[in-house]
């Protein structure tokens, strides 16, 4: 950027940084808040394709779909129900947002570059020779059991109307969002249905109470389609974000329909909030984190003769050991927790087999290590939108190794 | 849009009474028009999106206690506009004045009427901003601004390299402020919507 004049809006909005910086990430945006006083002129102008950002979206913003979700929101209150508060709106196409292999230095162990080119000087240094050089990032790809145990491969299934069970009608929206529709007549019959992503994919759904779920790669969600009037339970696998709409009881106003989630032994219950919670079977702890309202955590762990439950705050963590036993961090970073459903890979003080799960997860490869591992900690984040190619050669930077087999990743001193 | 404004008042009654698709009706029809001004007071999508749905969840938890109105789309802007400069809001916009959200948050009746007028005209200004748009243009805008696409996933969606999808943007937006010029200017907006 030329740092006489500021720039024009067209120069603006057709840049990945500052479109990052409207769409609410948080390090664009003190990046460019830092701008605004340096540069004379740029606070105006950016205001002002701001401005024009959001009349466009404005304007292409769909009635229908809009009135679609709405209408199912609502649904579940029942008639005469009323709402507490609604979730707070986080931005719909977030995880596709990021830009084009924009890295971010923490600890000086990686490189920082705005405009997404990794410098020449580390492709030149790039020497590796292997057969297979590269994979491309995960993207939106799930697939749907139905309650008849049929199976919808998501990602080839057109918009509108999927298929339709009982009086609820299952609906995927132009932005490729999975919804429930029901035409409001009460349902007979609970059924359940999951929704699954595979190594290498993720993918969004509205619960038929409103709630928002975001399903990160090699997950997967079981719910009903239809909630009974006083509990909303479903369980998961894998890493799962929740916005959770807050439901009164239709019979007993003060009450909040509890929604429930369950992960074998361990159970989140909530009422309305936005929580993430990390099951992977190849983690050490399951971590629940509360990033607005108020859970409960418990486990019944094999190690365990009795329930064990914790009251989390918003900012914390749960981490539930194998053997059932709950800690609970205070010193974490949503941030970074959040990292992947903003479209990054965000770690701090990681040490690489953790960062290495959550590759082979992303670009759907196998890990393996050769020799010493190194136990050093890494920092950095980098968009998940890239491909592996360029994380590995951030990776490489700090001196780790890889050579790439058919589905595999070694890691090499 | 099939739905004559003359039917918006028979619509309201019929949410009054409780029905449903009425009420959903109702939404459906505003929702472009109040989303315009919703973005036009707060400069979020988001925002604005949350203020209508809190507006029509409201109106519908409590509908066997609302009055007939003969204007139901300057009743909605109101709402909205109340909503909006609600304090729970004031700290979630972006780029906007401190000294916005100190302004009183109640005006009258003509000054929704006005208000209403004036952000029907902004947005079509906005419709015929984009009109002047190639239909190439008008996709990439799409996918980029709306699908919150980068530039490569643009490539594989379009067959365009990273640099034509880069200029196709570039110019299209330097098409689009050229047309808005006057009505991206937050100062102007503020004093028309603030009451002042």
């Not at chain 1, 019979?251 to 009450?255: F, H, M």
């Given at each position: 950027m030329d740092h006489n004049a500021p720039p024009s809006i067209e120069e603006l909005l057709a840049n990945e940084s500052f479109l990052k910086y409207c769409g609410g990430n948080q390090h664009e945006r003190s990046y460019w808040e830092e701008q605004f006083n340096i540069v004379p002129g740029l606070r105006d102008a950016a205001e002002k394709a701001k401005r024009l950002y959001e009349l466009l979206r404005a304007e292409m913003t769909n009635a229908s779909t809009e009135t679609v979700a709405f209408s199912n929101m609502i649904e579940q209150q029942r008639v005469e129900a009323p709402v507490v508060a609604l979730p707070a709106k986080r931005r719909a196409g977030y995880w596709v947002a990021a830009a084009v292999g924009s890295v971010i230095i923490l600890s000086g162990l990686w490189i920082y570059t705005y405009n997404g080119n990794i410098p020449s000087r580390l492709v030149q240094q790039q020497q590796i020779v292997h057969e297979r050089t590269d994979a491309d990032p995960g993207r939106n790809t799930a697939t749907l059991v139905l309650a008849d145990g049929s199976v919808v491969s998501l990602d080839s299934t057109g918009n509108g109307e999927i298929t339709r069970q009982g009086n609820v009608a299952i609906v995927k929206t132009d932005d490729g969002n999975i919804l429930y529709k029901a035409n409001g007549e009460p349902v007979s019959e609970i059924v359940y249905n999951t929704m699954s992503t595979p190594r290498g994919g993720q993918y969004r759904l509205v619960l038929p109470d409103g709630t928002k779920v975001w399903l990160n790669a090699a997950s997967s969600i079981t719910y009903p389609t239809s909630f009974p009037v006083d509990e909303r339970k479903v369980s998961v696998t894998g890493e799962v974000y929740f916005e959770v709409a807050a439901l009164r009881d239709a019979?007993?106003?003060?009450?909040l329909v509890p929604f429930i989630v369950k992960k074998d032994d361990i159970q989140v219950q909530v009422k309305g909030t936005h929580f993430n919670i990390n099951a992977y079977d190849d983690e050490d702890d399951a971590k629940v984190t509360l990033l607005e309202g108020r859970v409960n955590v418990s486990t019944t762990g094999a190690g365990l003769t009795e329930k064990t439950e914790v009251a989390l705050l918003p900012g914390k963590q749960a981490r539930c050991g194998k053997t059932g036993a709950i800690a609970v961090a205070d010193n974490i970073d949503p941030d970074e927790v959040m990292a992947w459903k903003n479209g990054l890979f965000n770690f701090s003080n990681a040490d690489i087999r953790m960062i290495m799960r959550q590759i082979g997860r992303w670009y759907n490869l196998d890990v393996s290590y050769e020799g010493t591992v190194p136990q050093r900690e890494f920092s950095g984040k980098i968009t998940r939108n890239t491909q592996l190619s360029n994380v590995l050669k951030i990776l490489e930077q700090s001196n780790i190794h890889f050579r790439m087999e058919q589905n595999r990743i070694v890691v090499t001193p | 849009m099939s739905n004559s404004m003359a039917e918006m008042p028979d619509r309201w009654d019929k949410m009054r009474l409780g029905d449903r698709d009425a009420m959903l009706a109702l939404y459906e029809s505003y929702y472009n028009d109040l989303l315009s001004y919703g973005v036009q007071l707060s400069n979020s999508t988001d925002i604005a999106k949350d203020a209508i749905n809190d507006v029509f969840l409201h109106l519908w938890e409590h509908h066997s206690g609302l009055k007939p109105v003969k204007n139901v789309k300057a009743y909605l802007f109101a709402c909205i506009r109340r909503k909006i400069f609600q304090p729970v809001y004031a700290n979630k916009t972006f780029l906007f004045t401190e000294e916005a959200f100190a302004e009183s948050t109640e005006i009258s009746h003509e000054e929704v009427l006005i208000a209403v007028q004036q952000s029907d005209a902004i947005r079509m200004k906005v419709k015929a901003a984009l009109d002047k748009l190639t239909e190439r243009q008008k996709e990439l805008i799409y996918l980029k601004y709306f699908r919150d696409m980068d530039y490569r996933e643009i490539g594989r969606t379009t067959g365009m390299s990273l640099k034509t999808a880069y200029n196709t943007i570039y110019n299209a937006i330097k098409i689009l402020t050229g047309e808005l010029r006057d009505t991206l200017s937050v100062a102007l907006l503020l004093l028309f919507y603030c009451g002042k």
């Open positions: 019979t007993n106003k003060s009450r | -």
